[in-house]
């Protein structure tokens, strides 16, 4: 398997909000997946049941409390350059430009600017943002910056990419437009993709494998394979199912009540 998750715990030390000690909260309780290379998987579940701890961990940025992640035979310690994490704030430099933005992670690939621009040039190309190369991030859209987000983690060749709520902030319009480009671009470059998610109707559309977590402490509730082919249709039969479906595991509720939700 290419990344294994061992039975992950995080314990984080907190304020008891009461007063008195701290004490140890339990954020994740005996966490264990496994992802096949190439794979899209979602985690997916309410706020707060530990998905960001998750893939923190999995990314060498947090600490396990005990357990481990192993990624290609490799117990994961520290970040490493073979996978890139994008975030929810897009994380770009805007004193640099677009272009600058993207040849960063190249800057210390021993690469020649000639070859680092050649490089950015083409994944901007694959984010149709050729054009604003020479822009700063202040003059683009949330999506246009999200898509510069993504040409930078995918120039430095990642084996996988874990992006945390990468969304969240834009509009559904373009929301539905990344979705689209996202898994066209790792369908032609074969990344394996981490992706978390709290949107339902994102995690169908674009997974695999929709990890689903529930809190307290932050654990795999069930883990529900997609078998809907690309490009999908968000109001296909099979795709409305899998959705109600995902509710259900959610919320408890019946087949009756759940339509007054979706
Ligand atoms: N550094 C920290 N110290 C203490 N508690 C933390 C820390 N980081 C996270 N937590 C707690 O761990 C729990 C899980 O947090 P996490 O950020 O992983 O959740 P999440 O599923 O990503 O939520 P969201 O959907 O809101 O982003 C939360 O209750 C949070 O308060
Ligand atoms: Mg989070």
């Given at each position: 398997?290419?990344?294994e998750v061992r039975n992950a715990v995080k314990q984080f030390l907190c304020k008891n909000p009461a007063g008195g000690d701290e004490k140890f909260v339990t954020v994740l309780g005996d966490v264990s997946l496994s992802i096949e290379r190439g794979e899209f998987v979602c985690l997916l579940g309410p706020s707060g049941c530990g998905k960001t701890t998750?893939?923190?961990?999995?990314?060498?940025?947090?600490?396990?409390?005990?357990?481990?992640?192993?990624?290609?035979?490799?117990?994961?310690?520290?970040?490493?350059?073979?996978?890139?994490?994008?975030?929810?704030?897009?994380?770009?430099?805007?004193?640099?430009?677009?272009?600058?933005?993207?040849?960063?992670?190249?800057?210390?690939?021993?690469?020649?600017?000639?070859?680092?621009?050649?490089?950015?040039?083409?994944?901007?190309?694959?984010?149709?943002?050729?054009?604003?190369?020479?822009?700063?991030?202040?003059?683009?859209?949330?999506?246009?910056?999200?898509?510069?987000?993504?040409?930078?983690?995918?120039?430095?060749?990642?084996?996988?990419?874990?992006?945390?709520?990468?969304?969240?902030?834009?509009?559904?319009?373009?929301?539905?437009?990344?979705?689209?480009?996202?898994?066209?671009?790792?369908?032609?470059?074969?990344?394996?993709?981490?992706?978390?998610?709290?949107?339902?109707?994102?995690?169908?559309?674009?997974?695999?494998?929709?990890?689903?977590?529930?809190?307290?402490?932050?654990?795999?509730?069930?883990?529900?394979?997609?078998?809907?082919?690309?490009?999908?249709?968000?109001?296909?039969?099979?795709?409305?199912?899998?959705?109600?479906?995902?509710?259900?595991?959610?919320?408890?509720?019946?087949?009756?009540?759940?339509?007054?939700?979706?």
């Amino acid at each position: 398997m290419y990344i294994e998750v061992r039975n992950a715990v995080k314990q984080f030390l907190c304020k008891n909000p009461a007063g008195g000690d701290e004490k140890f909260v339990t954020v994740l309780g005996d966490v264990s997946l496994s992802i096949e290379r190439g794979e899209f998987v979602c985690l997916l579940g309410p706020s707060g049941c530990g998905k960001t701890t998750l893939v923190n961990a999995m990314a060498g940025f947090e600490k396990l409390t005990s357990g481990s992640v192993v990624i290609d035979g490799e117990t994961v310690t520290r970040p490493s350059p073979r996978y890139v994490t994008i975030f929810q704030n897009y994380g770009l430099l805007p004193w640099r430009s677009v272009r600058k933005n993207v040849e960063l992670g190249l800057e210390s690939s021993g690469l020649t600017p000639e070859e680092r621009d050649v490089t950015a040039e083409r994944y901007l190309k694959l984010v149709n943002l050729s054009a604003f190369a020479e822009q700063h991030p202040c003059r683009l859209s949330g999506g246009q910056q999200q898509r510069v987000a993504i040409a930078r983690a995918l120039a430095v060749n990642p084996e996988i990419l874990f992006m945390d709520e990468p969304f969240g902030a834009l509009d559904a319009i373009t929301r539905y437009k990344l979705q689209n480009d996202l898994r066209e671009i790792v369908r032609r470059e074969c990344k394996t993709v981490v992706f978390v998610t709290h949107d339902i109707d994102e995690a169908v559309f674009l997974a695999d494998h929709i990890v689903v977590m529930e809190p307290n402490p932050g654990r795999i509730r069930k883990i529900l394979p997609v078998k809907l082919s690309h490009p999908r249709v968000r109001n296909e039969s099979g795709f409305v199912e899998l959705r109600k479906e995902i509710f259900r595991e959610f919320f408890h509720v019946s087949d009756r009540s759940i339509e007054y939700f979706i």
